[in-house]
């Protein structure tokens, strides 16, 4: 088998409006045709294919079409077909007007090919650079477009890979479009996808702060640097990507609220603000309270913000669960329901691994003494004593190690009392370890990545399960 050249992946002839592509057995180029459709102009080119603006002679529609190439780094002249099927099946079913609609999909001279909606309008890169259309309130819209759009298709369980600003288009009517998920990355695909997150995430955070410019101020997120590649990237072992996108949509909020705003100078103002940067996860709450101290005319600025901020993040992880059935109910055996309290469980489970590196001797007297003074009547001193030694015995397991360890026959009145002891002694001490509005924060994140894990959630639920026994 001849291989392909890596310099010549396809020839482009504008004049005649042909592509050539060399056989992917002899590596003789020929010219692809195709009865249905007429190729009008090379529009995009990529690592893993070719994009023409195309005439659909049938339809009278112009549409545009995506040529797989084959990846040369594996020196090979085939697509995998794997990735191509599964890239085109999942977003043939995406349903978003800011995701460019996929219409067909075929093989044709052992090449695969897909046709898609044409956009007329200029990329991200190139809109940036028309003042007329690209003021500050339409770049806010752009940017919460996009956001909303990449929180969308995340949601869905993809990774578009590779959105950077020639991958994102602005049509006339100031619309987003994401176009080429050539390079995405569907979740399940566990080998490769924490290189594609990782992309993922610093590709959108330059892109959004591309878009909002001077408004935008890093020091307001929660996020570490590190050089690679002469490049400046984010640290992103401890990042979930949906999270950090609903972070950066949020602020987006807060800056538009801000420049619309100018001042705040009532409660109500600064509550609806405080909703926003609640409903973030990788904020720097102290940097955004001062920042907040500057612009606003309400005295006593810093405490009120706080005050609403631990409440409503309470209210986020807590209260709104109870407006559900907060029991679970799992038939993990035919005939034989279980039952499980979804929060008390989660909760119980991350408030044990974000404690496991603060059982010291003097953390032990200190939370003892708060906790008695809080929780009065819950446990005893020899009760709090033995807990707490058993807590720091297991800190190299996890919380199933210590319900199983007990005899508790699968009693659910009894697995939930322990739980509750087991959260009574551990937010206590993860009180005294973290600033309040840290605690709330990572508490609040940690529950949401935990639910958004559906694996190990899904493990908590049926490790912590008990015997539908409570009612």
């Not at 999909?105 to 990329?123: F, M, V």
């Not at 609220?257 to 909703?275: G, P």
Request: charged share 25%.
């Amino acid at each position: 088998m001849t291989k392909i050249s890596n310099q010549n992946p396809y020839i482009w002839n504008a004049g005649k409006k042909e592509i050539s592509l060399p056989n992917t057995k002899t590596g003789v180029f020929f010219v692809l045709k195709t009865k249905k459709y007429q190729f009008l102009e090379l529009i995009g080119q990529g690592a893993n294919g070719v994009v023409l603006k195309a005439r659909n002679a049938t339809l009278n529609r112009i549409e545009a079409i995506k040529i797989w190439l084959p990846n040369r780094t594996k020196n090979s002249n085939n697509v995998n077909i794997n990735q191509y099927l599964e890239e085109v099946r999942k977003i043939a079913n995406i349903k978003n007007n800011n995701i460019v609609t996929m219409y067909d999909a075929w093989r044709q001279d052992g090449y695969y090919l897909a046709s898609t909606e044409y956009i007329e309008g200029k990329n991200l890169k190139d809109w940036l650079k028309t003042p007329l259309y690209a003021g500050e309130i339409e770049r806010r819209k752009i940017a919460r477009q996009l956001l909303e759009t990449v929180l969308y298709y995340q949601s869905e369980g993809i990774i578009h890979g590779d959105i950077h600003p020639g991958n994102i288009l602005i049509d006339n009517n100031n619309q987003v479009h994401i176009i080429d998920f050539g390079s995405s990355y569907f979740t399940r695909n566990k080998k490769n996808g924490r290189i594609s997150i990782n992309r993922e995430i610093n590709l959108l955070y330059e892109d959004i702060k591309e878009i909002l410019g001077d408004s935008f101020n890093e020091e307001l997120l929660k996020l570490d640097f590190k050089i690679k590649n002469q490049k400046r990237m984010i640290i992103t072992d401890s990042i979930n990507h949906i999270l950090f996108t609903k972070t950066l949509l949020q602020y987006q909020k807060i800056i538009s609220f801000k420049e619309t705003a100018e001042k705040i100078i009532d409660n109500d103002a600064l509550e609806e603000y405080c909703s926003f940067v609640a409903d973030g996860f990788y904020f720097n709450p102290y940097k955004i309270i001062e920042d907040l101290n500057s612009w606003s005319t309400i005295n006593n600025v810093i405490d009120i913000s706080e005050e609403y901020l631990q409440r409503i993040i309470f209210g986020n992880i807590f209260i709104e669960d109870w407006l559900i059935p907060p029991y679970h109910t799992y038939e993990l055996l035919p005939g034989n329901k279980y039952y499980a309290n979804e929060i008390e469980a989660v909760s119980a489970y991350v408030y044990y691994e974000l404690a496991k590196g603060y059982f010291s001797e003097e953390n032990f007297k200190i939370t003892k003494n708060i906790y008695f003074k809080r929780y009065k009547g819950i446990l005893d001193d020899t009760s709090f004593d033995t807990l707490w030694k058993k807590l720091e015995n297991f800190k190299d397991k996890t919380l199933f190690e210590i319900i199983k360890s007990n005899s508790f026959n699968n009693n659910s009145a009894i697995i939930s009392n322990y739980l509750e002891y087991i959260r009574s002694i551990l937010s206590t001490l993860l009180n005294i370890c973290y600033k309040p509005l840290d605690y709330y924060f990572l508490l609040w994140t940690r529950i949401t990545e935990v639910r958004l894990n559906n694996n190990l959630h899904e493990k908590i639920m049926n490790e912590i399960a008990a015997s539908f026994t409570f009612f």
